[in-house]
């Protein structure tokens, strides 16, 4: 491992190893699209098109605005050490929900029971589980502010 | 590809190098390379993870003749494509703490600085456009939610090599702010009491680790209980066991249940035909394996039924045959081909978990093997063909 780590750091093999990598990642690109552009009948190119620029749209344009506008408001109104909770909820329950907000809107709408599939209450599920977070993200927060009381408390050891 | 050295050093004009005033500019010193270059690592091998899988799991539609898939071990498919499933959801919320990482770097001014800049930006676009559409589309799948025209199977299937050659180009492009983020810590003694890296890897982790754990139940049943985002509940399904497609949907209610169902045995040397009753009649084994399907959610059962090759050999063909199923249903899964070892351990299923087979999970008789996808454990059987 650490002579791979001395050859790595060598500028010379990094870049052969660099050159490499992106060569074959090139052309690994290079097949899959000749396949999705060769086999149109079923890929259907043009429409495809659409959904790959669209999937670049929905996070690029909606979804990175919306948590940045969300970051900075914080910054703004929420003292730090309260934002750091604060933020750090938010990012928990803002990655479950991703997952959670996808199946509450496709719930119910399969056909048939046996399926057994999309039949739980993903609403209710979600907010458990962010209630949950929330009360984790405050316990940790009470935690921090009676440490910091107590540390205050104490004379400095220096003196 | 290496962008840097003497392109930087390429004067522009005044007016492109400076950052226009309605341009916007924002960071954060939660984002660095230390963050990025960790998170990316994780998503690096998850993707890695997903593509192998998925590699696994096309064989079984078309694997090669002098390499059939092997009967062991049985939960083979089980576990690779639960993995597949389970790893490719846990990579959305991955997927968006990392592109959040590096979010500003999408406003870098100038937007384009040189040919090698732009084929850089290119190449994440792709990463960035191929990824999300392979994440999302492929949940949607899971949810049997088809809101376009395209054939999944083979979108999914093509996209995933743009998808690990665009990852592939990535890392030879950022490999030197890789390693540096990997060397820089994490955690620094100086940092602010507000947000922090460490804060935003715990928060994150954490995030990922409940979708993790709330979604595994479809393919952990012990963890069923706990699974309160999984989509699917296993043993919610008729007689302990879900279906991906119902009867009804296949358009069999009458042939399956009708007094003039056979079940044709055609062979090398011999074709006979047997009706219910016959077929019922016939000596049975007993087996424990798996329904695992290719949208991840799988279960172990009990199965009840004659071989598979028994009939094999009454008709004149052995182990080494090639066997197709054909079913009542007409379609793109309306027949499936076993051989070698698969075909040895092969039940013609008439029941299931102590009771006759339902009319969804392929009444009056269906295919049941270990180490194969769903979709292959042919329903309705109504023909046998022994080549």
Known sequence: MAELDRDLNHPGSQRTLRMALGGIGILVIGYGVLRL????????????????????????????????????????????????????????????????????????????RSLALLQQNYLAHLLVLLAIVAAGTLGCYLIAVSRSNRTKARPPADQ | MVPTGQTERVQLPTFVRQRPPFWPEFSSPLRSPAVTARVGRVLGIAFGLCFVTGLLSHYQYAPWHWLPIPAAPYWGYRLTQGVHVITGISCIPLLLLKLWSVFHRLFVWPP??????????????????????????????????????????????????????????????????IREGLADRVWRSGDSPGPSRRGVLIAGGAGIAVVTATTIGQVIPVLQPIGLLAARQPRKGPQGVPVNRTAAAAQVVRLAQSPQYRLTVDGPHLLFELKLAELEALPISQTSLPIACVEGWSVQADWHGPRLLDLVHRVGGNSSSKVSLISLEHGAYSRSSLTGSQ?????????LNGQRLDLDHGYPVRLIAPDRAGVLQTKWITKIEVR
């Open chain 2, 112 to 177: 384009v600085r040189s040919v090698a800049h732009s084929l850089e930006r290119g190449s994440v676009a792709i990463l960035v456009s191929a990824s999300v559409f392979q994440l999302i589309t492929g949940l949607f799948n899971i949810l049997q939610f088809y809101p376009w025209h395209w054939g999944f199977l083979r979108v999914h299937y093509w996209m995933s090599w743009v998808v690990i050659g665009s990852l592939l180009l990535h890392i030879a492009i950022q490999l030197p702010a």
């Open chain 2, 343 to 351: 075909l040895e351990h092969a039940l013609l299923a008439t029941h």
């Open chain 1, 37 to 112: 552009l060769t086999d149109a009948k079923d890929t259907k190119p043009s429409e495809l098109v659409v959904w790959l620029v669209g999937s670049l749209l929905v996070h690029d344009a909606i979804i990175a605005p919306l948590v940045i506008g969300i970051g900075w408001l914080l910054s703004r109104y929420v003292p730090d050490r309260a934002r750091a909770f604060v933020q750090a909820g938010l990012v928990t329950g803002g990655l479950i929900s991703a997952i959670g907000v996808l199946l509450i809107w496709r719930q119910g709408k399969t056909s048939a």
